[in-house]
């Protein structure tokens, strides 16, 4: 039988680990911005995009947020143009969190950038960025971890847990993701 090992987590720390604004903007961030960016009452989206950047996002135009939307750290989140952020997405963010023009993150998506180590016996925190590129779609309650790109048109189906990059224009399905097939886009009318 091999060597019995307890996390201590009496000794867990952040390490070297900096939230990346000072007390007082998380605590007004926590305590003002995120109940307001959540509000199901309030559901103009402008009025959400300027509550971000008024905290330190880079949010481009037309971007649509739903109710119930939460963000960890706007300071560390950069969105592009026409994305859409679902109900209930959490964006978890620890780490930077950039997503590109024309995404779409259906209801309940959750973005993990952080994680524990757990060989260390204090349970180390670990986190990495993660990156989504334009035109990429994650289906409903899917799930991307840490240090994850998920590729330019890809598809995480719906529940699909995402533990490693995503290729390009390719639909992944399952937990973990495996490739189902390639994203072939029909033409659009009018467009050469």
């Known amino acids: ?11 867990y720390s952040l ?37 971000l950047r008024a905290f330190g996002a880079t949010v481009g135009q037309g971007v649509r947020i739903k109710p119930g ?20 997405t959490w964006i978890d963010n620890l780490d930077v969190v950039t997503i590109e023009s024309h995404v779409c993150l259906s209801q309940g998506v959750y973005l993990c950038t952080g994680n524990h180590d757990w060989s ?16 990429c779609w994650l289906a409903a309650r899917s799930v991307v971890g840490p240090g994850v790109t998920v590729g330019q048109g890809a598809i995480l189906a719906l529940g699909s847990v995402a533990g490693r990059s995503l290729t ?9 993701a495996q490739p189902v097939k390639t994203r072939v886009m029909a033409e659009s009318p009018g467009l050469d």
Do not use: C
């Open 15 to 51: 390490g070297s680990y900096k939230p990346g604004a000072p007390l007082w903007r998380q605590l007004l961030w926590y305590f003002v911005g995120l109940p307001l960016l959540r509000a199901y009452w309030l559901p103009m989206s402008a009025v959400k995009v300027a509550l």
């Open 1 to 11: 039988m091999g060597q019995f090992f307890a996390m201590r987590l009496d000794q």
């Open 69 to 88: 939307v939460r963000v960890k750290f706007p300071w560390r989140l950069t969105v592009g143009d026409h994305v859409w952020i679902g109900e209930e």
């Open 120 to 135: 260390h016996p204090h349970f180390s925190l670990r986190t990495g960025s993660i990156y989504l590129r334009r035109g």
């Open 168 to 176: 390009d224009m390719t639909i992944y399905a399952g937990n973990p």
